[in-house]
């Protein structure tokens, strides 16, 4: 049960595309945010679609792999962890941040149109 602790596994579209960085160790870091949705009906039957953004952090060959076959309206499959972090800013206030350092990722084929 140890590796249920820290889990989050998700499946939605890219927001934009990934962006990426290299470090001057070699190391390499992709950013992305990802949409996923659920549709439901209200009170009154309307369909009402939910949209959550999550902040995706990808290290090291997945950050390569990312960069290379990721786009803005890829849809993925991914499995990692929350990360919670802040700062301050500036001006002095703080600002949280959460993320998912993704551990796995799979990019799912497009639905053929019929």
Same mark, same amino acid.
């Given at each position: 049960? *140890?590796?249920?602790?820290?889990?989050?596994? %998700?499946?939605?579209? %890219?927001?934009?595309?990934? #962006?990426?960085? *290299?470090?001057?160790?070699?190391?390499? %870091?992709?950013?992305?945010?990802?949409?996923?949705s #659920?549709i439901?009906?209200?009170?009154?039957?309307?369909?009402?679609?939910?949209t959550?953004?999550?902040n995706?952090?990808?290290?090291?060959?997945?950050?390569?792999?990312?960069?290379?076959?990721?786009?803005?309206?890829? #849809?993925?499959?991914?499995?990692?962890?929350?990360n919670?972090?802040?700062?301050?800013?500036?001006?002095?206030?703080?600002?949280?941040?959460? #993320?998912?350092?993704?551990?796995?990722?799979?990019?799912?084929?497009p639905?053929?149109?019929?």
């Amino acid at each position: 049960m *140890n590796n249920l602790r820290n889990k989050v596994q %998700l499946i939605g579209r %890219l927001g934009k595309d990934v #962006e990426m960085k *290299n470090f001057d160790n070699g190391k390499k %870091l992709a950013k992305v945010s990802l949409a996923t949705s #659920e549709i439901y009906k209200d009170t009154d039957g309307k369909k009402v679609e939910n949209t959550q953004w999550h902040n995706l952090t990808f290290w090291g060959k997945n950050a390569e792999n990312a960069g290379n076959i990721l786009q803005k309206g890829s #849809e993925i499959a991914v499995d990692g962890r929350l990360n919670y972090s802040n700062y301050e800013d500036k001006d002095g206030n703080m600002k949280y941040f959460t #993320e998912i350092i993704v551990n796995e990722f799979i990019k799912l084929n497009p639905k053929k149109k019929q």
